[in-house]
């Protein structure tokens, strides 16, 4: 039985993103920016919510803008409608891919990895005993 390698990375804050859309059917389309909170990226798509009541068809094809380490990183893809609750929604982005892309997109969700994971290993070290008891033994060796 083979085993299968993901690349999920469930976010342990939110990161935010720009979207808008750029084309309906073949129609270009210059629409604002709105701010998305993603919590959970792979490398052809990711999670993310927003206040907004999206369309979800796919005749739309949304642009999507994130900066990280004074990198940005602008791709193109297609959006699908996961939950709402309340006012927020939340979608999963399916982005178009080609090398170059790829490249840039990997890079990045690596980046991204190792910021959370530090911050996600300070979490743990603070609740561990070991620390605990490390920063209050005191050497009484005279």
Known sequence: MAVESRETLSLIEPFKGKLNIIRIRNQLINSKFTIIDIFELEKYHFIFTSSLCLPTNHE???????????QTIQVVGEIKLVSNND????????IKTDEE??????SFINHL????????????????????LSENTLDLIC
């Open 87 to 94: 006012n927020e929604y939340v979608y999963k982005a399916i």
């Open 101 to 106: 892309t790829n490249t840039e997109a990997s």
């Open 113 to 132: 990895a190792v910021t959370q994971n530090k911050k996600y290993e300070k979490l743990i070290k603070s609740y561990t005993q070991d620390n605990y």
């Open 60 to 70: 739309v094809t949304y642009g999507f803008e994130f900066a990280l380490f004074n």
